[in-house]
């Protein structure tokens, strides 16, 4: 095997093992640590490999979800030992009648009324302040004010 391929494949060895060890602990920081990869090498990897990248996106999701089952696992046992902020937690994101509430209460219905002139003039003039490479378009969008 030439120096080139053992370097190949040494390189996806490394690649395999920080996927792998996204999906145990998805932040890049840790995963390079754990791994034995440096973050700029990842970086450059991903920015040369649109396949290693959307590896990369895949482990990470996977390993959000499974902290999210660990993280539910210890809310559950707190939830077990009486801890009034673990269940408030869980009935709070978990149930209706315990989630935060906001009421709201009313009709709406559009206007389609025109713009008055003063209204177009104001307009025009925070358009133009915005962006004063955009003359040509405004002149084309709105109508020209009447001369007072």
């Given at each position: 095997?030439?120096?080139?391929q053992t370097i190949k494949l040494r390189q996806s060895q490394i ?22 990869t440096s973050r700029s090498s990842v970086c450059r990897w991903r ?39 673990a269940i408030r937690l869980f009935l709070a994101h978990n149930n ?53």
């Amino acid at each position: 095997m030439s120096r080139q391929q053992t370097i190949k494949l040494r390189q996806s060895q490394i690649k395999q093992a920080f996927i792998e060890q996204l999906k145990h602990t998805p932040t890049i920081e840790q995963a390079c640590q754990k791994s034995g990869t440096s973050r700029s090498s990842v970086c450059r990897w991903r920015r040369k490999s649109n396949r290693f990248d959307l590896e990369v996106e895949e482990a990470l999701r996977e390993g959000r979800a499974f902290i999210s089952d660990i993280a539910e696992t210890q809310l559950f046992s707190l939830i077990g030992e009486k801890k009034i902020e673990a269940i408030r937690l869980f009935l709070a994101h978990n149930n209706p009648r315990y989630s935060n509430k906001l009421e709201l209460s009313g009709t709406v219905s559009p206007k389609n009324e025109p713009l008055t002139a003063e209204l177009q003039s104001m307009i025009r003039q925070a358009l133009l302040r915005s962006s004063l490479n955009q003359n040509e378009i405004l002149k084309k969008e709105l109508p020209k004010e009447q001369e007072k």
